[in-house]
């Protein structure tokens, strides 16, 4: 789940006709690229590591999403740093997939897909590139002590690093200190929140004052420890006796993160346990990296006047699959690349994902993206895959390009919409090798199998919010330039 701080290089990009719509001046952008800072950077700027706190709108508290260039990588960094990256988000993706071919494999019952408040908290959500990660945090406080924590919705255990601590691996902030905090209470083993904890969530107590867990991630990440419940305080608002992992045995591709949050649909996720204060909705705009300083937001609660979207909301239903509960999962019925569309016969289920970077696609849809972006994107030459990318350009001395725009469809009444962002389109890839080459690529990747479960990451859904309701199982999606200084408190 690690990343490499991200410089850009801007294109101009241009379309045939002289008048643009909405989304093809949005188009008008940068590509990312991926780069390591120089050394000197990195020592002039280790103070703007932190994220700033969270302050309240219209009542709502907002966690800040902040894209910051100062704080520094590894020293030991290599310059395939970030081609290992997405292969450990590969391992990610294929581990998901293990796991869901186990839970199908254990299950005899007729897979049958099933279709299942005003805003209370805004938290500053960031590019995680300043913890060295792919994926996006934020700050909150727990107990007394502020967390920056990793934002995914396919996990539901939130977890800190603890003290004292066997093995923990580097963080900028301290380790949470439980013997500090008057509110920390340690969970038993016969409570329900232990009883909870289930497949990747592993737990197996010691004694009957304690509940210990084990968390597994597909890059083989961990986390072991014990639960806990302590205050939770989002900017103002407070959620008592919220229930969290605290890790004594870390390792793995957190970054210089605490830790972990929850936000998926299982019992122990924030979501779930938080479900009281702002009714089982929530949201975020993923900011993406650009020449100026960049922010987005996270928001608990369904009042819309906190969003800036550029676009009006279209909401898709949110599927329930018994055997995998606890992701959100939607119904993608079509595409479209550019001027070329193609549907996707009676759906395809797929999974909306915070924690992974790339989204994967089965053969067939993929191949059909691919083939529909190369025949729009004639004229430049391509150049061997990198790592999982497999459509890859070389745009050196290349002034203009024409990208076609991608969208995603999704089964509703008002044709849900997911409009990739140019930074999700392609993305620049610093080879390292000191020529000054702009090699560019789709940043899709094919399944191995036909059969495997759609993945919407991370990446594809920048500038855009996206908007889980629980409450009335559907999920939303509108355009919109991710800020945070631009909200009127």
């Given at each position: 789940m690690a990343m490499l701080p991200l410089l850009l290089l801007m294109l101009c990009v241009s379309h045939n006709n002289g008048v643009h719509s909405l989304e093809e001046r949005m188009m008008l952008h940068h590509v990312q690229r991926f780069r390591r800072q120089p050394h000197s950077q990195q020592q002039a700027?280790?103070?703007?590591?932190?994220?700033?706190?969270?302050?309240?709108?219209?009542?709502?508290?907002?966690?800040?999403?902040?894209?910051?260039?100062?704080?520094?990588?590894?020293?030991?960094?290599?310059?395939?740093?970030?081609?290992?990256r997405m292969m450990l988000d590969d391992l990610r993706v294929r581990s998901m997939q293990n796991m869901f071919e186990r839970m199908a494999s254990l299950s005899s019952s007729n897979q049958n897909w099933l279709l299942e408040a005003s805003i209370k908290s805004q938290i500053p959500l960031n590019l995680g590139q300043n913890f060295d990660i792919l994926n996006y945090v934020v700050t909150l406080e727990l107990g007394n002590q502020k967390r920056t924590m990793i934002v995914d919705t396919g996990s539901d255990l939130s977890w800190v690093q603890c003290e004292p601590c066997k093995s923990c691996y580097n963080q900028k902030e301290s380790l949470f200190k439980p013997s500090t905090s008057p509110s920390y209470q340690s969970v038993p083993c016969n409570s329900k929140p232990c009883q909870s904890l289930q497949f990747a969530n592993q737990r197996m107590c010691k004694s009957a004052t304690t509940c210990d867990y084990v968390v597994n991630y597909g890059d083989g990440s961990i986390s072991i420890g014990e639960l806990g419940s302590e205050n939770l305080t989002l900017g103002d608002m407070s959620l008592n006796n919220i229930v969290f992992g605290c890790g004594r045995e870390n390792k793995g591709m957190f970054g210089y993160t605490s830790g972990v949050l929850g936000l998926g649909r299982g019992a122990l996720s924030l979501v779930s346990q938080g479900r009281d204060n702002f009714g089982g909705v929530f949201s975020y705009c993923l900011p993406s990296p650009m020449a100026g300083e960049t922010s987005g937001s996270l928001v608990f609660g369904d009042e819309s006047s906190a969003f800036k979207n550029l676009t009006p909301i279209a909401y898709t239903n949110m599927l329930q699959n018994p055997l995998l509960p606890n992701h959100y999962m939607l119904n993608l019925i079509s595409m479209e690349v550019g001027e070329v569309g193609f549907r996707i016969v009676d759906g395809r289920q797929v999974i909306i994902d915070s924690g992974t970077v790339i989204t994967r696609l089965p053969p067939s849809i993929y191949n059909a993206l691919k083939g529909g972006f190369l025949r729009q994107f004639q004229g430049y030459p391509q150049v061997p895959g990198v790592a999982i990318l497999d459509t890859c350009f070389d745009l050196t001395g290349i002034q203009?390009?024409?990208?076609?725009?991608?969208?995603?469809?999704?089964?509703?009444?008002?044709?849900?919409?997911?409009?990739?962002?140019?930074?999700?389109?392609?993305?620049?890839?610093?080879?390292?090798?000191?020529?000054?080459?702009?090699?560019?690529?789709?940043?899709?990747?094919?399944?191995?199998?036909?059969h495997e479960v759609p993945i919407i990451g991370n990446l594809q859904q920048r500038n855009n919010r996206v908007i889980y309701d629980s409450k009335l199982s559907r999920v939303g999606f509108a355009k919109e330039e991710c800020t945070f200084s631009g909200l009127v408190s």
């Amino acid at each position: 789940m690690a990343m490499l701080p991200l410089l850009l290089l801007m294109l101009c990009v241009s379309h045939n006709n002289g008048v643009h719509s909405l989304e093809e001046r949005m188009m008008l952008h940068h590509v990312q690229r991926f780069r390591r800072q120089p050394h000197s950077q990195q020592q002039a700027s280790i103070r703007g590591c932190i994220l700033p706190d969270s302050r309240r709108l219209n009542g709502a508290i907002i966690l800040e999403m902040k894209e910051q260039k100062e704080c520094p990588p590894p020293e030991e960094m290599k310059i395939d740093y970030w081609k290992k990256r997405m292969m450990l988000d590969d391992l990610r993706v294929r581990s998901m997939q293990n796991m869901f071919e186990r839970m199908a494999s254990l299950s005899s019952s007729n897979q049958n897909w099933l279709l299942e408040a005003s805003i209370k908290s805004q938290i500053p959500l960031n590019l995680g590139q300043n913890f060295d990660i792919l994926n996006y945090v934020v700050t909150l406080e727990l107990g007394n002590q502020k967390r920056t924590m990793i934002v995914d919705t396919g996990s539901d255990l939130s977890w800190v690093q603890c003290e004292p601590c066997k093995s923990c691996y580097n963080q900028k902030e301290s380790l949470f200190k439980p013997s500090t905090s008057p509110s920390y209470q340690s969970v038993p083993c016969n409570s329900k929140p232990c009883q909870s904890l289930q497949f990747a969530n592993q737990r197996m107590c010691k004694s009957a004052t304690t509940c210990d867990y084990v968390v597994n991630y597909g890059d083989g990440s961990i986390s072991i420890g014990e639960l806990g419940s302590e205050n939770l305080t989002l900017g103002d608002m407070s959620l008592n006796n919220i229930v969290f992992g605290c890790g004594r045995e870390n390792k793995g591709m957190f970054g210089y993160t605490s830790g972990v949050l929850g936000l998926g649909r299982g019992a122990l996720s924030l979501v779930s346990q938080g479900r009281d204060n702002f009714g089982g909705v929530f949201s975020y705009c993923l900011p993406s990296p650009m020449a100026g300083e960049t922010s987005g937001s996270l928001v608990f609660g369904d009042e819309s006047s906190a969003f800036k979207n550029l676009t009006p909301i279209a909401y898709t239903n949110m599927l329930q699959n018994p055997l995998l509960p606890n992701h959100y999962m939607l119904n993608l019925i079509s595409m479209e690349v550019g001027e070329v569309g193609f549907r996707i016969v009676d759906g395809r289920q797929v999974i909306i994902d915070s924690g992974t970077v790339i989204t994967r696609l089965p053969p067939s849809i993929y191949n059909a993206l691919k083939g529909g972006f190369l025949r729009q994107f004639q004229g430049y030459p391509q150049v061997p895959g990198v790592a999982i990318l497999d459509t890859c350009f070389d745009l050196t001395g290349i002034q203009q390009v024409k990208v076609p725009i991608i969208k995603m469809y999704f089964e509703g009444d008002n044709h849900a919409k997911l409009n990739v962002d140019p930074s999700g389109t392609l993305i620049m890839i610093d080879e390292g090798d000191g020529a000054s080459k702009s090699k560019v690529c789709l940043p899709f990747a094919s399944l191995s199998y036909e059969h495997e479960v759609p993945i919407i990451g991370n990446l594809q859904q920048r500038n855009n919010r996206v908007i889980y309701d629980s409450k009335l199982s559907r999920v939303g999606f509108a355009k919109e330039e991710c800020t945070f200084s631009g909200l009127v408190s």
